[in-house]
């Protein structure tokens, strides 16, 4: 049982490029969600799935955007890469429950943008 | 609005040494916290939640409504439990999380 599965786990971008970040999860979780992890500033939401084909905004979503077209993947997009735009970026996925339940994480996606 | 703060960014203790990572948070309605914890080179994983009233690798958490307070304590801290920890936050219907900045978290031997 892989949980949450993200692809790549390192990348560098040069400023201007784009490139799309995959998160995939087997436990039939509704909800997916990508947050972003910098230094003194914790995780920080960026968008977020409640199931198929539905994606919300969350805390920090521009210059990012998302897409679930199936119910285990969860992809993220740069359009045109950004230095402010390095960071660690962490994929999760809960089930619906109440309460609510807890968030499976992946192992992190670590990106440079020069 | 959901806020959780947590005011230390370092802490440092002794093997065997009492521990307390202290989380507050500002919420309206009635919270669900967690405790996340991330080692060095691994992934997030939920350390305990304050619904399941349980000890985990000795830790605990009590829920404290009237200061809104969510400390993590152990008793005796051992090496493996250098690490980062993140308080979090929901509430009612919204499964999102609010995380704290986290705490890192160095047991010395």
């Known amino acids: 049982n892989a949980g949450v599965t993200q692809t790549p786990k390192f990348r560098v971008l040069k400023t201007g490029q784009s490139m799309t970040l995959l998160c995939a999860q087997d436990m039939n979780h509704e909800y997916m969600y990508w947050y972003r992890q910098d230094p003194g500033m914790g995780l920080r939401l960026i968008h977020y799935?409640?199931?198929?084909?539905?994606?919300a905004k969350g805390e920090v979503p521009d210059g990012y955007n998302v897409s679930r077209l199936k119910k285990q993947n969860f992809l993220l997009g740069l359009e045109s890469a950004a230095p402010s735009q390095t960071s660690v970026y962490f994929c999760?996925?809960?089930?619906?429950?109440?309460?609510?339940?807890?968030?499976?994480f992946g192992d992190g996606t670590r990106l440079s943008i020069l | 609005a959901q806020r959780v703060t947590q005011p230390e960014k370092l802490l440092s203790v002794f093997k065997g040494a009492p521990v307390e990572l202290k989380c507050n948070y500002s919420?309206?309605?009635?919270?669900?916290l967690f405790w996340y914890v991330q080692y060095s080179r691994q992934r997030l994983q939920l350390l305990l939640r304050?619904?399941s009233r349980e000890s985990i690798k000795g830790f605990t958490a009590d829920l404290n409504k009237g200061e809104t307070s969510f400390h993590l304590k152990k008793p005796f801290a051992q090496e493996e439990d250098s690490a980062m920890y993140y308080c979090?936050?929901?509430?009612?219907?919204?499964?999102?999380?609010?995380f704290g900045k986290g705490t890192l978290l160095t047991v010395n031997p």
């Open positions: 304050h619904i």
């Open positions: 799935s409640v199931g198929e084909g539905t994606t």
């Open positions: 979090a936050l929901s509430g009612g219907s919204n499964y999102k999380l609010t």
């Open positions: 999760a996925s809960s089930s619906y429950g109440t309460p609510n339940q807890p968030q499976h």
């Open positions: 919420y309206s309605g009635s919270p669900e």
